[in-house]
């Protein structure tokens, strides 16, 4: 059976955060990596089309990238490359505004381009671009779950708030899970989750789900200095516990109904929603 036309849905999670400095895309690659640690097999999707940073947090290299597939010079499995635990990357171009914005050929290419990805795949954790932009929007729109990504900032909330309230009141997206990154333990977690709910409650009509928190730790400092996930350099550190626990609740979540839910079916509905903005 073809991998990626098997009727087994793919769990598709879009990591997303108000604004950048809160550890959005370490969460991703160690989420990715934790729920790779149970047995899943896992895409990672550097979304950040103009300024990726996946594979340099991996330290992976990467020489080409989707830039490479939409130009034409070659196929996306030739950009795909294998990451730690056995995740597979799809890095993003770094430093290339033009890829915020896709012709109708080039999308039309990168839905062709995973249709042809012959891979299997349980889970497809997508890293967006910090902030509201219109890739943000468009792979928030096309995922099943949106895992918000917070720290104990004033400006993180503000921004989460307004993230969250963006994709609720212009696009209709009710529900999310949320994530609070780099806090002291636990009850601080839940306090600042508390914070961010007391907005959406008030003024949304949006359902929030908290996820857990990531205590901040040295280790996990220094293995954003090493390049690699702390999941992987420090696997009994403070943080690296935390993200398998999250990773466990994750890998409880329900999966799409709808037999097409791969990864072709996913880039499709990211299609459709960016035609849907353009019309």
């Given at each position: ?23 959005k ?16 097999r ?12 996946i ?69 497809l ?33 503000a ?27 636990p ?32 280790n ?43 990864v ?16």
């Amino acid at each position: 059976m073809d991998g990626m036309t098997s009727v087994y849905p793919v769990q598709v999670i879009a990591v997303a955060s108000g604004k950048g400095g809160v550890g959005k895309s370490v969460v991703a690659v160690n989420l990715a990596l934790a729920l790779a640690g149970l047995g899943r097999r896992v895409m990672l999707l550097d979304g950040d089309l103009a300024m990726g940073n996946i594979d340099l947090l991996l330290g992976l290299g990467a020489e080409r990238t989707l830039a490479d597939v939409l130009a034409g010079t070659c196929e996306l499995g030739e950009v795909v490359v294998s990451g730690p635990g056995g995740i597979r990357v799809v890095p993003a171009a770094s430093g290339m505004r033009s890829m915020v914005r896709l012709s109708a050929r080039q999308q039309a290419g990168l839905i062709h381009a995973f249709g042809r990805l012959a891979e299997p795949l349980d889970v497809l954790v997508v890293d967006t671009a910090s902030g509201v932009d219109d890739s943000t929007v468009g792979f928030v729109r096309a995922a099943r779950e949106v895992l918000v990504v917070l720290c104990d900032e004033p400006a993180s909330i503000a921004d989460a708030y307004a993230l969250i309230g963006l994709l609720n009141r212009d696009y209709g997206v009710s529900r999310f899970r949320v994530l609070a990154n780099m806090v002291a333990g636990p009850r601080e977690g839940r306090e600042l989750f508390a914070k961010l709910l007391r907005l959406t409650e008030q003024f949304l009509a949006a359902t929030l789900q908290y996820v857990g928190a990531v205590p901040w730790d040295d280790n996990l400092r220094r293995a954003v200095q090493r390049q690699s996930a702390v999941c992987e350099a420090f696997p009994r550190a403070k943080s690296a516990l935390a993200f398998r626990a999250i990773a466990e609740k994750v890998d409880g979540w329900p999966l799409p109904a709808n037999p097409r839910g791969h990864v072709e079916f996913f880039v499709e509905r990211l299609i459709r929603a960016a035609q849907a903005k353009s019309a």
